[in-house]
């Protein structure tokens, strides 16, 4: 494993993130998106340690950002993904590093499993009691995953058990059934920073460096239309109070504002219909379909509570849908996972390993275990990091992973037209990122 590999525009570094980011010059990076540690030892993995505890692992993570932060250019923004059980430790960190820290952009999944203890169960357990199994687990998943394992298969008495509903045996059991010891996780936050500013204001720092900025207008959700003069112009709310009797008319939408919630189907999801617990399809279920269409009516209104007068105004959003509508939404490729991989072996991805994105455990339902080439379990979805690159890179901008995985963050970079530094610890997930990420620049090389 060479310690760096440079090509075209990207650069990769093997090894530690606190000793490779010594070899970057300071106020050279544009953006940073990364996935960090969470510090909960996730599947045992070493790499997640807590460093014994809430303040060894903050002193950790703020040396690291501190490091980040001194590469950055002057306002440069960052988005640092964090578990929601342990995010106020990662913002902390990024304080005392010196980040600001602007927003917390959640992102809603819908496809975690809750790692919870069935008290009812550990009684029994306990006990040595056996709990008799009464019927189908109506929640299991099998019906609703195309390909998926029967209740009726053949399973093994044990793994029967999880997914059928079984009586409490013990009296204990019987007092405490249906009590549990968690939720069920369906959202991860991703923390916008920002880099001070080295100008007294943010347009002569963007002047001076190129950063201090988020691409409002590239991150757009598509969908909404403008209210406009029948010239053109832009008229906000305040503006029409002065324009009675003007004629308005709908603009070409340019799209809704980007919102800090950002929402991803589930990786069963199929081009026709949602997966049942899609975070797209459950919001939508619950908001109902708006079918509201643009129109022109006169209206009576008063200007600040003294004479009226009237107008033809715009109203409505000028499209139909959920309200899913109104946020980011990205979709899960299956072929991106292993893109670029061939020749590698296949490795069978555990029920940890089987995300569409960062979130913490997935989903127990009796599915066989997935053949994989990329067994990194984090892997993010490339339509979402494409957004986030997207959203905080100025054109051209360097975008830097501290945490690089199996380069996620790399890819987008690259099919976003940005250039990528990233640093990955781990020799066997640093192969999988320099495979992946070379094939995509090798693509638009022979493009």
């Known amino acids: ?94 304080e005392d590093a010196g980040f600001e ?19 009812s169960k550990a009684f029994d357990k306990a006990a040595g009691a056996e709990r008799k199994i009464i019927g189908e687990n109506p929640n299991k998943r099998n019906a609703h995953v195309k390909g998926g394992r029967g209740f009726d298969k053949g399973l093994g008495g044990e793994k029967l058990q999880s997914m059928g509903i079984t009586a409490p045996a013990t009296d204990a059991a019987k007092q405490w059934s249906g009590w549990g010891t968690a939720l069920k996780p369906a959202s991860e936050h991703w923390i916008l920073v920002r880099k001070p500013i080295s100008e ?33 112009n832009f008229v906000t709310k305040k503006q029409e109070m002065f324009e009675m009797g003007t004629e308005f008319q709908a603009a070409e939408p340019s799209g809704r504002f980007p919102a800090n919630l950002v929402l991803s189907h589930s990786p069963y999801c199929e081009d026709d219909q949602c997966d049942v617990e899609c975070a797209v399809a459950q919001l939508d279920a619950q908001s109902g379909t708006s079918g509201e269409k643009l129109r022109v009516e006169t209206v009576e209104k008063s200007i600040w509570g003294g004479s009226k007068g009237s107008f033809k105004g715009v109203r409505g959003h000028g499209d ?28 069978e991805a555990g029920i940890g390993d089987d995300r569409p994105s960062g979130q913490s455990i997935s989903r127990l339902d009796g599915r066989a275990p997935r053949v994989v080439k990329n067994h990194h379990p984090t892997v ?63 693509q638009e090389v022979n493009a």
């Open 101 to 119: 820290v602007r927003d917390v952009v959640t992102h809603l999944f819908g496809s975690g499993f809750p790692k919870s203890l069935d008290v």
């Open 380 to 442: 993010k979805p490339q339509k979402l990091m494409r957004y986030f690159c997207r959203m905080i890179t100025p054109p051209g901008g360097l975008v830097l992973d501290p945490f690089m995985g199996s380069g996620s963050t790399g890819i987008a970079a690259l099919k976003e037209g940005f250039r990528f530094v990233g640093i990955e610890r781990e020799p066997e997930y640093f192969e999988i990122a320099e495979k992946r990420v070379g094939y995509q620049h090798t």
């Open 200 to 232: 007294n204001t943010v347009a002569a720092n963007v002047l001076k460096w190129g950063t201090g900025a988020i691409n409002i207008d590239g991150s757009r959700i598509e969908g909404k239309p403008r209210t406009t003069h029948k010239d053109g």
């Open 1 to 94: 494993m060479e310690p760096i590999l440079e090509q075209g525009r990207f650069t990769i570094h093997a090894g530690d993130c606190l000793e490779r980011l010594k070899h970057l010059d300071p106020d050279s990076v544009d953006a940073l998106v990364t996935d960090p540690p969470a510090g909960i030892s996730f599947m045992g993995k070493d790499w997640d340690s807590d460093k014994g505890g809430r303040a060894g692992w903050v002193e950790w993570m703020t040396e690291v950002m501190r490091e980040c932060l001194r590469v950055m250019k002057p306002g440069a923004h960052g988005l640092v993904w964090a578990l929601p059980r342990t995010s106020h430790w990662t913002a902390t960190a990024l």
């Open 320 to 347: 139909s849908g959920g309200a899913s509508r109104f946020f980011y939404c990205a979709k899960i490729s299956s072929s991106e996972r292993n893109a670029g991989l061939e020749g590698m072996p296949d490795v």
